[in-house]
């Protein structure tokens, strides 16, 4: 248990609203991830961080940003909802080590839902 | 994005029946993870495996790095109602500063007494 928080942990939302969630750690781990998780289609990774203002691109980033302005804070941004965007997102870390373990610990997930 | 394929996608199986579940990719990978998600949690992680041809064991759980580094195979000994869930299997990939997971599509298992 990397003592990973996410919040809120549900949330219902209109169409074209903006809407961030935030993930908190206190492994002081290096890297920290963005997923959603849909039906069919396992987890897919949207952005990942590896430092503090560093962050790049997933596979399914179009419509979302991120920012991570500390290194236990990594927050993410739906610019303008759509239904589309329906989905439970979970943020993982890992410790980023080079060389070392490359294990993943996940959040317990916010399910958000777009009207 | 690719997804490795994962098989089989569900199992109904009764208590005390062994498991087997695998993974394949068409790419390599040095890292091999398997994962347990319950319902409305997050995915924990159970085992990961560091080098072809490792075989690791957690409990009753035991997973393989398949030599080519294109599989991975997670087997549970003597089921109980506990391992019902989802198991993903996930492979590490790492080029400079990106280090990234690919996630199977998940085997769901379902434990009947």
């Keep these: 248990d990397a003592g990973i928080t996410q919040s809120p942990r549900h949330k219902v939302t209109e169409t074209g609203t903006p809407v961030t969630l935030r993930c908190h750690q206190t492994e002081n781990h290096r890297y920290m991830y963005w997923y959603r998780q849909d039906p ?7 952005h990942y961080s590896y430092g503090v203002k560093d962050t790049d691109k997933g596979e399914v980033s179009d419509g979302y940003s991120v920012s991570r302005s500390k290194t236990e804070d990594f927050l993410l941004t ?17 410790t980023g080590t ?9 959040g317990p997930g916010t399910r958000l839902t777009v009207t | 994005g690719q997804q ?3 098989s089989p996608q569900s199992m109904f199986i009764q208590e005390g029946e062994d498991v087997s579940m695998n993974c394949t990719s068409s790419s ?9 998600q319950e319902p409305g949690e997050g995915p924990v992680l159970l085992i990961a495996l560091y080098k ?14 398949g030599i080519t ?3 991975s195979f997670l087997n549970i000994s003597a089921s109980i109602p506990s391992d019902v869930g989802i198991y993903f299997c996930a492979g590490h990939v790492q080029t400079g500063t990106a280090s990234k997971l690919t996630f ?7 434990v009947t007494l």
């Design chain 2, 28 to 36: 390599i990978f040095n890292t091999w993870l398997w994962y347990k």
């Design chain 2, 104 to 110: 199977g599509t998940g085997t769901r298992l379902q």
């Design chain 1, 40 to 46: 069919g289609h396992g987890l897919r990774l949207i």
């Design chain 2, 4 to 6: 490795l394929n994962q």
């Design chain 2, 52 to 65: 072809a041809g490792e075989l690791t064991s957690n409990g009753r759980l035991t997973a393989q790095f």
């Design chain 1, 98 to 106: 080079s060389g070392g373990p490359q294990e993943q610990y996940f």
């Design chain 1, 78 to 94: 739906l610019e303008s909802a759509t239904s589309s965007q329906t989905s439970v997102y979970f943020c993982a870390t890992a």
């Design chain 2, 69 to 71: 580094r294109k599989d």
